[in-house]
């Protein structure tokens, strides 16, 4: 690669690199401090409520230091999230959101972690966990059967010589200076596992996303993702990040892997050398295989949810209404562009469009109305209200309303006069002056307070015409009728 081409490289680093930007950040020591104190340590997943509350507390603080924070904690966050420290997702209980540091924020803190604690550049551990791990990848990658098998007759016979030389009493503890070393090399290794986790539920995103998007776009009526998931094929624990993840998880969900990383922890611990080693490391390193469980089930949740909705996606054929979107989208865009040789950008039209959705508009925007300084901009005139006309406001009652009250009238005298009656009986002696709504008044009137049996009764009554209906049968008897409709 040339100075050219390698410049060209780093320029576009520079600019789409979030560990970069946050390096070029006038804020960037409150960044880093805040991101690494309340998602960096035990907890990696914070409401964004309780996260809002913690980074307000601080600021205050960092004001009364002379550290130029004039915004609020909550405007602050979204800086964050949009320059890509931050990554926001729903809360596993399905209530609000949390926030998580992304995987480019744990590198960034990484990096000035390794810049304000400066280890040595050369130790004898590092290149020992080098070397092991390159002869181990060797041996493992092996194809040979001879060649596998002499080398590991020569580390059983190298085994074996240790072991006779142990019962002899031949041998020396690691230099205290040498096992801490290693210890702090490894814990330091161990603190970049956390930013593989949130790469891992990074790439997982992308790839659910853009197996939707191979889904959608793709022309044919059976596409392969689509195929796939038709036939239970599962396309994100199948890629390769899901099958790296499902092998990472499996290790550290295995009971004998804990137990044995746990009591050599302990054992540590327990050496001489670990005096000289800061406590919170060897605090870090109980609590690892822990919280890599918590963080592991994250991530494998995540995969699951992403896996189901996929699934979902496909097999409630959700996808083929979208298909129909994208083909509207791009038939517009073609005839967009077919306009575009004939009307330019400013053209006027005769067209009105009406969003599907609301504007979105800052709270900030808003302002309290105070009623008293608002001024009326004419002034306000009087008219003089003329007497009320009761029987025309009556009459107008009457034409959208049904007169229970006339109704239960009726039934009082009719009640009084022949002792039980029915509807009909009633329509015979008062005539039905609201028409039809007159028969619904006493069919409403008879199911409160009449005796409704289940068979026809014919009942008649005078509009413009003779009408004639059938109703459920209601008797209306003395019991029943109140003594205020007399």
Same mark, same amino acid.
């Given at each position: 690669?040339?100075a =050219?081409?390698?410049?060209?490289?780093?320029?576009?680093?520079?600019?789409?690199?979030? =560990?970069i930007?946050?390096?070029?950040?006038d804020?960037?020591?409150v960044?880093?401090a805040e991101?690494?104190?309340?998602?960096?340590?035990?907890?990696?997943?914070?409401?964004?409520?309780?996260?809002y509350?913690?980074?307000d507390?601080?600021l205050?603080e960092?004001?009364?230091?002379?550290f130029?924070?004039?915004?609020?904690?909550q405007?602050?966050?979204?800086?964050?999230?949009?320059?890509?420290?931050?990554?926001?997702?729903?809360?596993?209980?399905?209530r609000g959101?949390?926030?998580?540091m992304?995987?480019?924020?744990?590198?960034?803190?990484?990096?000035?972690?390794r810049?304000s604690?400066p280890?040595?550049?050369?130790t004898?551990?590092r290149?020992?966990m080098i070397?092991?791990?390159l002869?181990?990848l060797?041996?493992?990658t092996?194809?040979?059967?001879t060649?596998?098998?002499?080398?590991?007759?020569a580390?059983?016979?190298?085994?074996?010589?240790?072991?006779e030389?142990t019962?002899?009493?031949?041998?020396?503890?690691?230099?205290?200076?040498?096992?801490?070393?290693?210890?702090?090399d490894?814990?330091?290794?161990?603190?970049?596992?956390?930013?593989?986790f949130?790469?891992?539920?990074?790439?997982?995103?992308?790839?659910?996303?853009q197996l939707?998007?191979?889904?959608?776009e793709?022309?044919?009526?059976?596409?392969? =993702?689509l195929?796939?998931?038709?036939?239970?094929?599962d396309r994100?624990?199948?890629?390769?990040?899901?099958r790296?993840?499902?092998?990472?998880?499996?290790?550290?969900?295995?009971?004998?892997?804990?137990?044995?990383?746990?009591e050599?922890v302990?054992?540590i611990a327990?050496?001489?050398?670990?005096?000289?080693v800061?406590?919170q490391?060897?605090?870090?390193l109980?609590?690892?295989m822990?919280?890599?469980?918590?963080?592991?089930?994250?991530?494998?949740?995540?995969m699951?949810?992403f896996?189901?909705?996929l699934?979902e996606f496909?097999?409630?054929r959700?996808?083929?209404?979208f298909?129909?979107?994208?083909?509207?989208?791009?038939?517009?865009?073609?005839?967009?562009?077919?306009?575009?040789?004939?009307?330019r950008?400013?053209d006027?039209?005769?067209?009105?469009?009406?969003?599907?959705?609301?504007?979105?508009?800052?709270?900030?925007?808003?302002?309290?109305?105070?009623?008293?300084?608002v001024?009326?901009?004419?002034?306000?005139?009087?008219?003089? =209200?003329?007497?009320v006309?009761?029987?025309?406001?009556?009459?107008?009652?009457?034409?959208?309303?049904?007169?229970?009250?006339?109704?239960q009238?009726?039934v009082?005298?009719?009640?009084?006069?022949?002792?039980?009656?029915?509807v009909?009986?009633?329509?015979?002696?008062?005539?039905?002056?609201?028409?039809?709504?007159?028969?619904?008044?006493l069919?409403i009137?008879g199911?409160?307070?009449?005796?409704v049996?289940?068979?026809?009764?014919s009942?008649?009554?005078?509009?413009?015409?003779?009408r004639?209906?059938?109703?459920?049968?209601t008797?209306f008897?003395f019991e029943?009728?109140p003594?205020?409709w007399?």
């Open positions: 690669m040339s =050219v081409t390698k410049a060209l490289a780093l320029r576009r680093l520079r600019e789409d690199s979030p =560990v930007s946050l390096m070029r950040q804020t960037m020591a960044i880093a991101l690494s104190e309340h998602l960096g340590g035990d907890e990696r997943s914070v409401p964004s409520a309780e996260l509350d913690l980074v507390a601080d205050d960092l004001r009364r230091h002379g130029d924070l004039p915004r609020s904690a405007a602050y966050c979204a800086d964050w999230l949009r320059a890509g420290f931050l990554s926001r997702h729903p809360a596993a209980s399905g959101e949390v926030f998580e992304s995987a480019a924020g744990h590198e960034a803190i990484r990096i000035l972690e810049l604690e280890r040595p550049a050369a004898e551990s290149l020992s070397s092991n791990e002869v181990r060797a041996t493992d092996d194809e040979s059967i060649s596998r098998v002499s080398t590991l007759e580390e059983r016979d190298r085994l074996d010589a240790a072991i030389e019962r002899r009493g031949h041998f020396a503890p690691a230099d205290p200076e040498v096992a801490a070393a290693r210890l702090l490894l814990a330091q290794q161990a603190r970049d596992v956390p930013a593989d949130a790469r891992v539920r990074d790439s997982m995103d992308s790839l659910n996303r939707r998007h191979d889904i959608i793709d022309d044919a009526p059976q596409g392969a =993702v195929d796939d998931v038709f036939l239970g094929v994100i624990h199948d890629s390769p990040e899901g790296s993840f499902d092998a990472f998880h499996a290790m550290v969900m295995d009971p004998e892997a804990d137990a044995r990383f746990t050599a302990e054992d327990s050496r001489d050398f670990a005096a000289t800061d406590p490391t060897l605090a870090f109980r609590d690892y822990v919280n890599l469980q918590h963080e592991s089930l994250d991530v494998a949740h995540s699951g949810s896996s189901r909705s699934r496909v097999q409630s959700q996808f083929e209404a298909r129909e979107l994208a083909d509207r989208l791009r038939s517009a865009q073609r005839t967009g562009i077919e306009a575009a040789r004939v009307l950008l400013l006027r039209m005769q067209w009105q469009l009406e969003l599907t959705s609301p504007e979105l508009r800052s709270v900030g925007r808003l302002a309290l109305h105070v009623p008293s300084e001024q009326a901009p004419e002034e306000v005139i009087s008219h003089t =209200v003329d007497s006309d009761w029987e025309d406001l009556r009459r107008r009652v009457r034409e959208s309303e049904i007169d229970i009250a006339e109704v009238g009726w009082a005298e009719t009640v009084g006069a022949r002792g039980a009656s029915t009909g009986e009633v329509l015979a002696r008062h005539p039905a002056t609201q028409g039809l709504a007159s028969v619904v008044g069919c009137t199911a409160r307070h009449g005796v049996r289940d068979q026809p009764e009942v008649s009554w005078q509009t413009d015409s003779l004639v209906a059938a109703v459920l049968s008797t008897t029943e009728v003594d205020e007399t």
